[in-house]
């Protein structure tokens, strides 16, 4: 767990370059602040989609590991990870509330999800709505992408692999009790990860062509 008093890296320990960039960001940002700038951090998870649309970017590498999944016809079942996710509107609103408070200026805040989301339940959400697939262990399904190169998953799976398993496997979660108690006391809350908004967020794929469209239910 990384709270939010926490410098983060060192970047040696940081798993990607895209982590790295983060963490070299917020040391510009914080020798700002010792120079006499006001500056706040606001660190934010995965960012799911809108909570009413379900409309959401789609280069996230949750995303691509999970059109992957469905592209393959096969998932790995051995990733037990958590993921910290939030809705794109209850990100925003959390930002702009903290920002025209007064408890903003010069902290570092996490902009988590009410509770994570898990591997295994995005799995199981995307075969319930119709996508079907094929267990597989991590070895088998790293090896069946490497035949698969237009695979959405296929460029980023190590990366995802070397972040959610193993002895280096990086901490996926942050606390955000602080932050979280802050937007409340000013009216704002968040909302959980549900089932309704997975498949909001899936069904706007399939409206844009991200997704196929699932397998009718029986």
Not at 104 to 111: N, P
Not at 159 to 170: H, I, M, Q, S, V
Not at 178 to 185: D, G, M, Q, S
Request: negative net charge; aromatic residues 6%.
């Amino acid at each position: 767990m990384a709270d939010e008093d926490s410098s983060g890296g060192p970047a040696r320990l940081l798993g990607s370059g895209y982590g790295q960039s983060k963490w070299a960001a917020e040391q510009l940002v914080h020798q700002a602040g010792k120079r006499g700038l006001e500056t706040t951090v606001y660190r934010l998870p995965h960012v799911f989609g809108d909570r009413a649309s379900g409309a959401c970017q789609s280069n996230d590498l949750l995303w691509r590991i999970l059109k992957g999944r469905i592209q393959a016809e096969a998932a790995p079942t051995e990733i037990s990870a958590a993921f910290d996710i939030v809705p794109v509107d209850n990100a925003c609103a959390a930002i702009i509330t903290l920002a025209l408070g007064d408890h903003a200026g010069g902290r570092t805040h996490h902009i988590v999800g009410a509770h994570p989301l898990t591997f295994h339940d995005a799995i199981n959400h995307r075969t319930d709505i119709g996508y079907r697939f094929t267990a597989a262990d991590t070895t088998q399904w790293r090896e069946a992408l490497r035949t698969r190169p237009d695979n959405a998953a296929t460029a980023v799976a190590d990366l995802f692999l070397r972040e959610t398993t193993g002895p280096g496997a990086l901490t996926a979660l942050m606390t955000g009790d602080r932050t979280r108690k802050l937007p409340a006391e000013l009216g704002h809350t968040t909302s959980a990860v549900d089932r309704d908004l997975m498949t909001a967020q899936a069904y706007y794929f399939n409206s844009t062509g991200y997704l196929p469209q699932p397998t009718p239910q029986n």
